[in-house]
């Protein structure tokens, strides 16, 4: 499955994982606010792998 992932999928997935362990860690070390901010990152960073995607197959047809 990950054969098929380029670079920047892969960097985007990455970033993604990286904001949830950070606003996970921000959660538990009390700071609320930051963590809810940062862990609504995780969706747009998605969202925009997911346009980045969709972008680049329209260009190849």
Do not use: C, Q, R
């Not at 994982?17 to 606010?33: C, R």
């Not at 346009?51 to 260009?59: A, E, F, G, N, Q």
Request: proline share 2%; no cysteine; glycine share 6%.
């Amino acid at each position: 499955m990950f054969k098929k992932f380029t670079i920047t999928d892969k960097l985007l997935i990455l970033s993604a994982i990286l904001s949830l362990v950070f606003a996970e860690l921000s959660w538990f070390k009390g700071e609320k606010e930051a963590a809810i901010f940062v862990g609504l990152w995780v969706p747009s960073i998605l969202g925009f792998g997911i346009y980045l995607k969709l972008i680049s197959t329209k260009s190849n047809d």
